[in-house]
């Protein structure tokens, strides 16, 4: 039962443009959300996150929108760098609950 | 290094034998869960522990697999009698408050289990 999906498993951006990365979700229990990118051989490493009681979160060149009524979030990279090139994982969490979920990532490479 | 810590890197098990996965968390981090990685799939939980107390183990198969946090020393993830299908990617995290406090996980590097 994967209550967090990432639909689209690759990506490709030029540098200096926009990367949007999509996530949904099915748990309307779900209230923090997080980014996570991965590197090869490396364990995630947290991007940023967002409450259900907002609907932006800006961190420099991310931001995270939420729209809880579509149960959906996004990540914005502009502009993109070819650092940027990772996969990506979104993840949710709900108060009355124990863990985080993940879904199956996004694979970002920003061309030069 | 005040990262999370684990051990070892890559792991090779022949079917049968016992695998121990070690995770020091961060300093000053006393919740840590334990999450697999499948290839092609994304991070499953698998169990969450505080200090001497597993709190939910909802993710880990029933048989074979157990895991421990004690008063001193790193978690331990335990694999009695692997089998091809263990082999995996298995990531530990930990963090400073349980997940209901709205706070990131920090992840370690992982250790990458080979069953031959």
């Known amino acids: 039962d994967q209550q967090v999906k990432q639909n689209s498993p690759s990506l490709s951006v030029q540098e200096g443009r926009i990367s949007i990365l999509n996530c949904d979700y099915t748990?309307?229990?779900?209230?923090?959300f997080l980014w996570y990118k991965k590197y090869p051989a490396e364990g995630p490493t947290f991007l940023i996150s967002i409450s259900s009681i907002k609907d932006k979160n800006e961190d420099g060149r991310f931001t995270v929108f939420l729209n809880k009524s579509a149960k959906h979030l996004s990540l914005h990279i502009v502009p993109s760098q070819p650092g940027d090139s990772a996969v990506y994982f979104c993840?949710?969490?709900?108060?009355?609950?124990?863990?985080?979920?993940f879904g199956t990532g996004t694979s970002l490479t920003v061309i030069p | 290094n005040a990262g999370v810590m684990q051990n070892p890197r890559h792991l090779v098990r022949r079917r049968g034998q016992e695998a121990r996965l070690r995770c020091s968390p961060m300093?000053?981090?006393?919740?840590v869960y334990w999450y697999r990685q499948l290839p092609e799939e994304g991070l499953k939980f698998m169990v969450y522990l505080q200090k001497e107390n597993i709190i939910d183990e909802s993710g880990m198969p029933k048989e074979r697999f157990s895991a421990e946090f004690p008063k001193e020393g790193p978690s331990i993830l335990r694999i009695q009698q692997v089998v091809r299908g263990d082999s995996a990617a298995y990531f530990c995290?930990?963090?400073?408050?349980?997940?209901?406090?709205?706070?990131?996980?920090?992840f370690g590097d992982g250790t990458r289990l080979s069953i031959l």
């Open positions: 995290a930990s963090s400073p408050v349980g997940v209901m406090s709205n706070q990131p996980q920090h």
């Open positions: 748990n309307s229990m779900f209230d923090y």
């Open positions: 993840a949710a969490s709900a108060r009355t609950g124990n863990q985080f979920y």
């Open positions: 300093k000053g981090h006393s919740h």
